[in-house]
């Protein structure tokens, strides 16, 4: 059997800047990253949402870890970047079935 030989697409896909310039970027994140993440006992509900937010974002280009996003981040900036990146699904699902 031959393996699939593709690549999946990482690439940003919506982009915002915080007020002091810094640029937050949505990448494209792997299944396997989102099921060790999602799968993972050992982490909180609130650990496990921090690393799949960092694990879907670019910080002014670049990678993050979840250390990045709780060290270098304001709650008020942390809570803005958890919302851009991972949308309220419910209000979404509202305004379509309404609208």
Same mark, same amino acid.
């Given at each position: #059997?031959?393996?699939?030989?593709?690549?999946? *697409?990482?690439?940003?896909?919506?982009? #915002?800047? =915080?007020? $002091? @310039?810094?640029?937050?970027? %949505? /990448?494209? %994140?792997?299944?396997?990253? #989102?099921? /060790? %993440?999602?799968?993972?006992?050992?982490?909180? $509900?609130? $650990?496990? @949402?921090?690393? =799949?937010?960092?694990? +879907?974002?670019? /910080?002014? @280009? +670049?990678?993050? %870890?979840? $250390?990045?996003? =709780? *060290?270098?981040?304001? *709650?008020?900036? =942390?809570?803005?970047?958890?919302?851009?990146?991972?949308? *309220?699904?419910?209000?979404? @699902?509202?305004?379509?079935?309404?609208?």
């Amino acid at each position: #059997m031959e393996a699939l030989n593709r690549k999946p *697409d990482l690439t940003a896909r919506r982009s #915002m800047n =915080l007020p $002091d @310039g810094t640029m937050i970027e %949505v /990448v494209g %994140v792997k299944a396997r990253t #989102m099921a /060790v %993440v999602a799968n993972n006992k050992a982490l909180s $509900d609130f $650990d496990r @949402g921090i690393h =799949l937010t960092a694990a +879907k974002i670019h /910080v002014n @280009g +670049k990678p993050i %870890v979840p $250390d990045d996003l =709780l *060290d270098n981040f304001t *709650d008020e900036e =942390l809570n803005q970047i958890i919302e851009f990146v991972n949308p *309220d699904e419910e209000k979404e @699902g509202t305004s379509e079935k309404n609208g």
